[in-house]
């Protein structure tokens, strides 16, 4: 009797997951928001070796650049923690951004997917065009949800307005009345 319980309980892919709720879609930002911890642990690594330009021996240079490492792993953690466990997940019900900032802080919005009202994305500048990320832009009930260094950016959008039509939910295709008048504001201004 108790097996069977155990079979017909569903894999819950997150703690938060209803039991009638689909995973459907995960995605992170791109790795280049570690760039600050990465370039900090390659100076740290090159600042290791440093002492055996003053002592030039085998030893020395090896000391250096194990301390070098040591303290470059330490600043690189911080970084790659905040990008590894900060995930969106699209279920079948609802986006789920999980914001990890640091060590010790982590946020959380969660957003049914029929609050979704228009999905956009912007590549802007040199870096985002040649590394692939980008901004995604989720205009809903609710307010603007910003998705800052994205991975990929079109293809994420394609997918999440995939997701919302095949959950029967409709996004503006045609601006809002409000945007068209501060348009037609500024066009006059």
Do not use: C
Not at 161 to 188: N, Y
């Amino acid at each position: 009797m108790a097996s069977d319980n155990a079979k017909q309980k569903k894999y819950k892919a997150f703690d938060t997951q209803f039991d009638d709720e689909e995973v459907l879609f995960v995605f992170r930002k791109h790795p280049v928001v570690m760039r600050k911890g990465l370039i900090l642990g390659m100076l740290m690594l090159l600042f290791g070796t440093v002492p055996a330009l003053f002592k030039p021996e085998t030893s020395v240079f090896l000391a250096g650049l194990g301390v070098g490492a040591i303290v470059g792993l330490v600043l690189i953690l911080p970084g790659w923690i905040s990008w590894h466990y900060s995930v969106f997940i699209v279920t079948s019900q609802r986006l789920i951004q999980i914001t990890q900032k640091g060590l010790f802080h982590r946020s959380v919005v969660d957003m049914g997917l029929n609050q979704i009202q228009m999905v956009n994305y912007q590549i802007s500048g040199l870096q985002e065009t040649l590394l692939g990320f980008g901004t995604i832009m989720m205009q809903t009930f609710v307010g603007d949800l910003i998705i800052h260094d994205v991975h990929r950016p079109a293809q994420i959008q394609k997918k999440v307005l995939e997701i919302l039509r095949d959950q029967g939910i409709a996004t503006l295709s045609h601006p809002m009345a409000s945007d068209i008048a501060a348009q037609q504001d500024e066009a006059e201004a």
